[in-house]
């Protein structure tokens, strides 16, 4: 089916974005590959008029470092339900052994409505499962701690600059991460300029040198942070005194944080 009979069916049964706002790569350029699927809303959904729906192809290979967006596309809905998208691609950026995953995010202006909260991987290509659920974004941090953020500091103390450090920090609290070696995950509550850290879970890797111990810094750090603020464009995270724990600088997303490497991974819970 050709891509105009594809929107015109798509219209038919409500289903079709009324226009494409944007996208990193029209789907009928030479070369390309295109993906079709649908967004899903989970429970009932009223969506205001200024709502825009993204679809994001991912590549989410390395442990220890940020997701590198591959292609991305923006729409205004037609109707709630059955949110039909097309998303083209560059296969040749596709690598074999790597995990590739597909997100999508609904947003009015500033405000993140729906958010795929889990997602299908798949390695070495696309995944082939394109129904994309979104679900309600119920706690939501401000668009200015959204991201990926590189730790710079501990304390007073510099970080290693050959050791990954860094966290992710996503619209609805998410966090992942590294200090070290290891990935970690867990959530963040934000209210106001309050942060409070959640309990972090990850994995152990048998680490060598300065890893392990820039590592067990951060999260001996994490349960100490109390507030946030915004200095010169780093994220500085202090106690209850004031006293800066972390001080993170924003990452561009897709930009090398630091080099990676393989180890044993063991089970760890951060305390």
């Known amino acids: 089916m050709s891509v105009k009979a594809f929107f015109l069916s798509s219209l038919l049964l409500g289903t079709a974005p009324v226009a494409l706002i944007s996208a990193t790569c029209p789907s009928y ?3 390309k590959a295109t993906i079709r699927g649908v967004v899903e809303i989970q429970g009932k959904a009223d969506l205001p008029p200024e709502a825009r729906v993204t679809v994001t192809l991912e590549d989410v ?8 967006t591959l292609s991305k596309t923006v729409f205004a809905p037609v109707t709630p339900n059955g949110l039909a998208y097309v998303l083209s691609y560059d296969p040749k950026a596709l690598q074999a052994g790597h995990r590739y995953t597909l ?16 997602a299908d991987l798949d390695t070495g290509k696309v995944p082939e499962q394109t129904h994309l659920m ?24 510099a ?4 050791v ?22 867990g959530r963040v509550t934000v209210t106001d300029q309050a942060f409070k850290f ?34 010169s464009g780093a994220l500085l995270l202090a106690d209850a005194q004031g006293k800066t724990v972390l001080t993170l600088s924003p990452v561009k997303t ?13 089970n760890r819970k951060s305390q």
């Open 254 to 266: 897709g930009a090398p944080v630091h080099p990676s490497d393989s180890a044993h991974i063991k």
């Open 29 to 31: 350029a030479a070369g």
């Open 103 to 118: 997100r999508s995010e609904i947003r009015a202006g500033d405000r993140l409505l729906y958010l795929t909260k889990s």
């Open 159 to 162: 970080t290693d600059p050959t």
């Open 134 to 157: 979104v679900e309600p974004v119920t706690a939501q941090l401000p668009d200015a701690l959204v991201g990926n953020w590189k730790i710079d500091r501990i304390g007073g103390s």
């Open 164 to 185: 990954p450090a860094f966290i992710t920090l996503r619209a609805d609290g998410f966090l992942s991460g590294t200090g070290g070696c290891n990935r970690m995950m």
């Open 61 to 68: 290979s390395l442990a220890d470092a940020p997701s590198v």
């Open 198 to 231: 959640g309990p972090l879970a990850g994995t152990r890797m048998a680490c060598f040198g300065n890893r392990m111990m820039q590592e067990d810094a951060v999260f001996a750090a994490t349960p100490k942070v109390a507030t946030w603020r915004l200095e």
